[in-house]
């Protein structure tokens, strides 16, 4: 009877061992895939936040100026250092308009975000308190402005704007101007338009713009992907900036 008992716990343990290995290779996959899909879903949220903004930013200019602006439907590239490891960088969204060229980068973040340890920094607040230092889209927008300023005519006027697309992000009041919250944009937008017209001059040409930008730029999906390629192979710059 004992020699029974001793087969049968044998069994038994033999038993829980099978279920237990492919279990646990299981969950290293869920795991895996789960890094994976976290990126894939910050990737989702930083895209779902360009839309909220590029669908603002139609309806505002619209308002503003009729059918004389141009927003293209999607990322810019700039060449800003051709024959580099890093040639392109990417412009969220690029508006030309009659009182100015815009260069916005979109950043849909939640909580409450602070100004940083210096101007190229903010800290983002989350739940709990959590604190978590980020690269100002000020600063990310700072070299293509530059290349924008040092192609085009000095008569343009050239600004980067960082847009903040989450409904429950909040933005401390000490943090640059140019930093502002989604629902913001239309005023800002509105004040630049006021300030052109009392100076008097000229309105840019927005056809003329555009061609203009596109001797240093490019929309095409080939050179995009290509671009994407690139900068994937830092994920903790993307994680930290995608969204």
Known sequence: MSGIFAFLAVGYLGWRLIRRAPRNR????RHFHGGQTSIARDHARGEAGEALTRAELRRVLT????NDFYLHDGAVLLNHAPGTAYPT???DHLAVTPFGLFVIETKNWSGYIEPGADASELVRV???????????????????VALLNAKLPKVWTIEGLGVFSAPDCVLHPDLPPTLIHINE??????LRRHEFRL???KPINVSTAWKAIMLNASIDANELEEHYKRVRVIPQVVA???V
């Open 199 to 201: 100076s008097g001059q």
């Open 126 to 144: 989350g739940p709990g308190g959590k604190r978590e230092s980020r690269k100002s889209p000020l600063a990310q927008n700072r070299s293509k």
């Open 240 to 242: 930290r900036n995608a």
């Open 89 to 91: 960088a990417e412009i």
């Open 63 to 66: 308002s503003l100026c009729g």
């Open 185 to 190: 944009l239309s005023h800002c937008l509105r």
């Open 26 to 29: 299981a969950t290293r996959v």
